[in-house]
Every structure is written in structure tokens, then in C-alpha cells.
């Protein structure tokens, strides 16, 4: 594969700070370094001079942490995504913003090529790739983690070190890690071993449940038509939202999670998560729509949710059919507003009061005590009615059990 100018998806991390290099040498391209600020909390100008000094021709650093909550995040959660009961999908949820401004910058600078520092093994080869091809089918991707003869995090450590490139993975703490604003990942190294606990001293966005705080925090969220939109009462924007949601649940050890995946290319993967704003807003959501749903939308909604969440992990976010579900589900959305009250204490987030302006909850309907708008006896022929088909299942099965006889 010939290529003259490429744009790489770069962290500053040891798989990218190497694949600079080794594409120069490999390809003899010019390399237009890219990094994307979806609040990893690092010193992004640094990790620019990096590039720069790494071999990089350009280097680009975009702020997307307002487009990564409102286009990508909120949706997702308005679809209460969650992959196999568990994950919330921090990490697959930003490959899809990443490879789009990839895919912009590309097309500014003439690129005829895009890479990425993902695995032959992961998913995120598979997120970026189809990304790629989605809104640039004639783009030629390098994914040197497929084509270079390093097998293994030490062997890059090792050419690292050959060529000079600082790195901050260490034989002390080998796991990889990704951060944005909605979790942060860890897996590799010591992790691999799925009957190993993770090292305490390893967690960067919340304390240990034993930890915290002994008094419970009450705090309320602001939905409108199934976005959080306030956070006690002020108006935050997306971003600003969810980090001021990460601190507090994370100083109440909320949002960790310890979780053996099936990946899309057809392993198990063991990985560590926090996500504890992400884990707030799961609960917040289900509250608000426990009131404003009609129960036939909720129960069809739910019966989308594995195949929505498999869209997002797998990697389909600009397919056809991830674009339908979600009109479906924001159509459904529409007047999911109200005010949730929770309680954070030493890992739990329990919802203990809920409001709706539009709320489809009657306490005169629902009452234990006497009321005048339901007529209980009304309830003895629906109860026949739904039994009609158990009655005479039941008759055909005595019948057959006497033939047998």
C-alpha cells in the first residue's frame, strides 16, 4: 500500500507514540499527528510537542467535550444503553467522535490514509475502522498493531526506548488505560488474571466504598425531554454536567465496575471501569421515566436496548439501523421531564423522590385506601379475560394425559 500523508489517532500513549515513528519508517509518509479532548485530564500540550517531537509533520489538539456529551453520550443514555446488564460503554461511545474529526482533518489536509493505535485483538480497530469507511468509503487505514513485528506491550516499551520515545507505561503498572468524561478504563497487564483484585492505588475517579463518607449526599437532577439538563437546582451545560457528576459520585465511591466482556471479535476480555456520573445518570433516567413513560413504550424501548447497546460496542454508531432506533427513542423521549432526588452513600445511588410536571403517575388511581375512580370489581373480568387461553390450554393437556392412558 502506497501512501503519501496520513492522520493518526494520537493519545500520547505508547501504541501512537511508537506508530508515528513506524509509519515514517515503514511507509515513508508524512504523518499529520491528531488528538482529541474528550477530558482524559492530561496536558494536552504537552502530548502535542510530543508528537511534534515524536516525528509528527502537524499536530492537531480538538476540544470535543461539549460535542462528545450532547451528540454522543446523552443519546446513548437516552437509550438506557448498557452492554451485557453491565457496561456502560465509556470507551466505545468516543470512537465514533474521534474517527469523525479524524475523517474532517483528513479531508482538509488532503490525507489519503488514517491509523489508529488499536489492537488486532480489540474492538476499537473494529469502532474506528467502520467509522472510517462510513463517512469516507475510499480512505486506506493503517492499523500497525495488524502489520509490525512487535507482539507485545514490552516488545513496544523496547523499541520505544531504542528510538528514544518516552512512554508512560511501566513494568510496574503494565495496564493500559483510556479516560474521557464519561469513565475511565483499565485492562492489560495485571488485569488479565480474572481472579486477581484490582490494586486500590489503581482508581483515578473515585474512592474505595469503604472510604467514603459515612454521611449520605443528597443531591437532584433536572431532565427535559430525557436530557439532565440541571444539576441542584443550576443549569450546567452537557460537559460541565457530568464532571461536576463524576466528583461527587466519585468522592461517594459510586460508578466502579469489575466486568469479563465478550468482544466483538469473538474473545472474552476482563476489564476495570469507573464511571461514576455515567452510573448516576443511568439511575436518574429510569427515575424520570418511571412517571412520563406509558408502559407499552417503556417495555418496547427495553426490548431495544441489548440490540442499541450492541450497535454502540460494536462499533455501528453511523449505521442505518443505529440511526432509526435512535429517532424511535427520542421520539419516545419527548416529555421525559422532570426532577429526580438521590442519595449517594458508600457506593449506592438510590433514588428517593421524583417529579414531573406531565407525571402519568395518579395517586387516586394507585391508592391502597378508598377511592372513587376505579372500580375494582372491574378487575374480575379482565383477570377471565386474560385466563381464557390458560382455561383451555389447561383442558387440552387433561385430555391428552387421559388418551395417554
Same mark, same amino acid.
Given at each position: 500500500?502506497?501512501?503519501?500523508?496520513?492522520?493518526?489517532? /494520537?493519545?500520547?500513549?505508547? %501504541?501512537?507514540?511508537?506508530?508515528?515513528?513506524?509509519?515514517? !519508517?515503514?511507509?515513508?509518509?508524512?504523518?499529520?499527528?491528531?488528538?482529541?479532548?474528550?477530558?482524559?485530564?492530561?496536558?494536552?500540550?504537552?502530548?502535542?510537542?510530543?508528537?511534534?517531537?515524536?516525528?509528527?509533520?502537524?499536530?492537531?489538539?480538538?476540544?470535543?467535550?461539549?460535542?462528545?456529551? +450532547?451528540?454522543?453520550? &446523552?443519546?446513548?443514555?437516552?437509550?438506557?444503553?448498557?452492554?451485557?446488564?453491565? #457496561?456502560?460503554?465509556?470507551?466505545?461511545?468516543?470512537?465514533?467522535?474521534?474517527?469523525?474529526?479524524?475523517?474532517?482533518?483528513?479531508?482538509?489536509?488532503?490525507?489519503?490514509?488514517?491509523? =489508529?493505535?488499536?489492537?488486532?485483538?480489540?474492538?476499537?480497530?473494529?469502532?474506528?475502522?467502520?467509522?472510517? /469507511?462510513? *463517512?469516507?468509503?475510499?480512505?486506506?487505514?493503517?492499523?500497525?498493531?495488524?502489520?509490525?513485528?512487535?507482539?507485545?506491550?514490552?516488545?513496544?516499551?523496547? #523499541?520505544?526506548?531504542?528510538?528514544?520515545?518516552?512512554?508512560?507505561?511501566?513494568?510496574?503498572?503494565?495496564?493500559?488505560?483510556?479516560?474521557?468524561?464519561? =469513565?475511565?478504563?483499565?485492562?492489560?497487564?495485571?488485569?488479565?488474571?480474572?481472579?486477581?483484585?484490582?490494586?486500590?492505588?489503581? &482508581?483515578?475517579?473515585?474512592?474505595?466504598?469503604?472510604?467514603?463518607?459515612?454521611?449520605?449526599? /443528597?443531591?437532584?437532577?433536572?431532565?427535559?425531554?430525557?436530557?439532565?439538563?440541571?444539576?441542584?437546582?443550576?443549569? *450546567?451545560?452537557?460537559?460541565?454536567?457530568?464532571?461536576?457528576?463524576?466528583?461527587?459520585?466519585?468522592?461517594?465511591?459510586?460508578?466502579?465496575?469489575?466486568?469479563?466482556?465478550?468482544?466483538?471479535?469473538?474473545?472474552?476480555?476482563?476489564?476495570?471501569?469507573?464511571?461514576?456520573?455515567?452510573?448516576?445518570?443511568?439511575?436518574? =433516567?429510569?427515575?424520570?421515566?418511571?412517571?412520563?413513560?406509558?408502559?407499552?413504550?417503556? =417495555?418496547?424501548?427495553?426490548?431495544?436496548?441489548?440490540?442499541?447497546?450492541?450497535?454502540?460496542?460494536?462499533?455501528?454508531?453511523?449505521?442505518?439501523?443505529?440511526?432509526?432506533?435512535?429517532? *424511535?427513542? !427520542?421520539?419516545?423521549?419527548?416529555?421525559?421531564?422532570?426532577?429526580?432526588?438521590?442519595?449517594? &452513600?458508600?457506593?449506592?445511588?438510590?433514588?428517593?423522590?421524583?417529579?414531573?410536571?406531565?407525571?402519568?403517575?395518579?395517586?387516586? *388511581?394507585?391508592?391502597?385506601?378508598?377511592?372513587?375512580?376505579?372500580?375494582?370489581? %372491574?378487575?374480575?373480568?379482565?383477570? +377471565?379475560?386474560?385466563?381464557?387461553?390458560?382455561?383451555?390450554?389447561?383442558?387440552?393437556?387433561?385430555?391428552?394425559?387421559?388418551?395417554?392412558?
Amino acid at each position: 500500500m502506497k501512501i503519501k500523508k496520513a492522520v493518526m489517532a /494520537y493519545s500520547g500513549g505508547l %501504541d501512537t507514540s511508537v506508530a508515528v515513528k513506524w509509519m515514517k !519508517d515503514t511507509y515513508g509518509c508524512e504523518v499529520i499527528a491528531y488528538c482529541a479532548d474528550l477530558g482524559q485530564e492530561e496536558d494536552l500540550k504537552a502530548v502535542k510537542k510530543k508528537a511534534i517531537r515524536t516525528g509528527a509533520s502537524k499536530a492537531y489538539v480538538l476540544d470535543l467535550k461539549e460535542e462528545f456529551v +450532547k451528540e454522543y453520550v &446523552f443519546p446513548m443514555l437516552r437509550a438506557n444503553a448498557v452492554y451485557e446488564g453491565a #457496561y456502560l460503554m465509556g470507551t466505545s461511545i468516543a470512537r465514533p467522535l474521534i474517527a469523525k474529526k479524524q475523517i474532517e482533518i483528513a479531508k482538509k489536509e488532503k490525507a489519503d490514509a488514517v491509523a =489508529h493505535g488499536a489492537t488486532g485483538k480489540g474492538n476499537d480497530q473494529v469502532r474506528f475502522e467502520l467509522s472510517y /469507511y462510513a *463517512l469516507k468509503p475510499d480512505i486506506k487505514v493503517v492499523a500497525p498493531w495488524r502489520d509490525w513485528e512487535l507482539d507485545s506491550r514490552q516488545s513496544l516499551i523496547a #523499541y520505544a526506548r531504542k528510538n528514544k520515545i518516552p512512554v508512560p507505561v511501566t513494568k510496574k503498572k503494565p495496564y493500559s488505560t483510556d479516560r474521557n468524561l464519561l =469513565h475511565i478504563s483499565f485492562e492489560g497487564g495485571i488485569l488479565e488474571d480474572p481472579w486477581l483484585e484490582p490494586p486500590e492505588d489503581m &482508581f483515578v475517579m473515585s474512592v474505595s466504598p469503604e472510604k467514603a463518607p459515612s454521611k449520605a449526599t /443528597y443531591i437532584e437532577i433536572g431532565y427535559r425531554d430525557g436530557n439532565p439538563v440541571t444539576f441542584n437546582g443550576r443549569k *450546567l451545560s452537557p460537559a460541565k454536567l457530568l464532571k461536576q457528576l463524576n466528583s461527587i459520585a466519585g468522592k461517594n465511591g459510586i460508578g466502579r465496575l469489575d466486568f469479563v466482556e465478550n468482544r466483538f471479535v469473538g474473545m472474552k476480555s476482563r476489564g476495570v471501569y469507573e464511571t461514576p456520573g455515567g452510573t448516576v445518570l443511568q439511575i436518574a =433516567h429510569r427515575a424520570v421515566e418511571s412517571l412520563t413513560l406509558d408502559r407499552e413504550v417503556v =417495555h418496547l424501548r427495553d426490548s431495544l436496548i441489548p440490540k442499541y447497546a450492541e450497535l454502540v460496542y460494536y462499533g455501528f454508531w453511523f449505521a442505518p439501523e443505529r440511526i432509526a432506533l435512535q429517532s *424511535l427513542i !427520542d421520539e419516545a423521549q419527548n416529555g421525559v421531564t422532570g426532577t429526580v432526588r438521590l442519595k449517594l &452513600f458508600k457506593g449506592n445511588c438510590i433514588v428517593v423522590g421524583r417529579k414531573a410536571p406531565k407525571s402519568l403517575y395518579n395517586s387516586e *388511581l394507585a391508592t391502597f385506601e378508598a377511592d372513587r375512580v376505579y372500580n375494582q370489581k %372491574d378487575a374480575e373480568g379482565f383477570i +377471565k379475560l386474560n385466563a381464557l387461553r390458560l382455561k383451555l390450554n389447561s383442558k387440552i393437556k387433561d385430555k391428552k394425559s387421559k388418551i395417554r392412558k
